[in-house]
């Protein structure tokens, strides 16, 4: 059949039209149409992923660096040992281990010896400023006095545990069984090729593993909990001693580079009065700072364990506001210090002291060494 010109051009007009409507509906590629389809807009996508991304970092603490890390160990709470590996979701392989921070080398005299008593059960103000207590306000006028500083916890134990492990291994009680395999204070001075002895009084013999004896308590010898003492006999009876023995070292000049120094339940305070306890140290105190140990090299500690309250600082410590006494022939005498600090910050000054690394809770930026009292 013969077409007319006018025929034939809207036949042509057809064919382009349905070519351009292929064209609409394929994309101008059939091949990708599909994918085309599935593909979110650009700019969306990006949106949602920054989104995404800066609230996953507001969840996640990302280990770039050492110093990240560090800083997110800072964080953490003191019942868990820092010894554990950290893990973070923003890290393709998990962290290595970070080594702990070099002791101070400047601030801390590096003491040949170093004495510590520890009392039991008194919040700052029912000690510094006590008319029952003139002995220990003799001494705060007369060497260093830490007016801002904090116990761990709560009860005895985990206090006595920070104090010579940086860490309450997560106990919260005065437990009797709870022992724990851990370095602590006496492992570190011990493999720096220095002596320590802890001396308890009323303990009934040396390395004694009972509960209590008198006015004698487990409860109150750090020592007695960790396992790699307790179950060293020789060890243990070499080093965990009655105090009765203190007196004998000092006599011969065998009187350890670190010493430890529990009082009974009645002269700690625990179960007597501040004034019993004021004349317990007033017998004690001179004995050591007219050693030679004392004299030439030394310094003595003398804290409590926890308070009445539970008054914290550094992000760590709620074991109520103490009294903390800092006394040695390089102390700034009547030094009364504001600086916030705590029992892991004054095992990391035994530590710098003896220029060891610091253990657990010790090594936190937020629990300074006591550098301050010291000329």
Known sequence: M????KAVALAGGAVVLLAIATVMVLGGNPSKATATAVVPFPLEHGRDYDDFEAQRAARTTPVPSVAAAASAAASRPPATSSARPVSSSAAPVAPKP????PPAPAGVPAFSHVFVIVMENHEYGSIIGSGAAPYINSLAASYGLATNYYAASHPSLPNYLALTAGSTFGIASDCTTCF????????????????????MEDMPSP???????????MKHNPFMYYTDIRNNPARCAAHVVPFTQFSTDLRNGTVPNFVWITPNMCNDMHDCSVGT?????RSVVPTITGSAAFRTGGVLFITWDEGASNAGCCGDSSGGQVATLVISPRSIPGLRSRTAENHYGLLRTIEDAFRLSHLNAAAWAGNVSMREYFH
Request: aromatic share 12%; proline share 9%.
């Open 2 to 5: 013969h077409l007319g010109p």
């Open 180 to 199: 724990v395999n851990a370095t602590n204070i006496a492992d570190q001075v011990e493999a720096s090729g220095r002596s320590w002895k802890a001396y």
């Open 277 to 281: 306890g004021d004349a317990w140290l």
């Open 207 to 217: 390395c004694y593993g009972g509960a209590s004896s008198g006015n004698y308590a």
């Open 98 to 101: 970070i080594p702990p921070p």
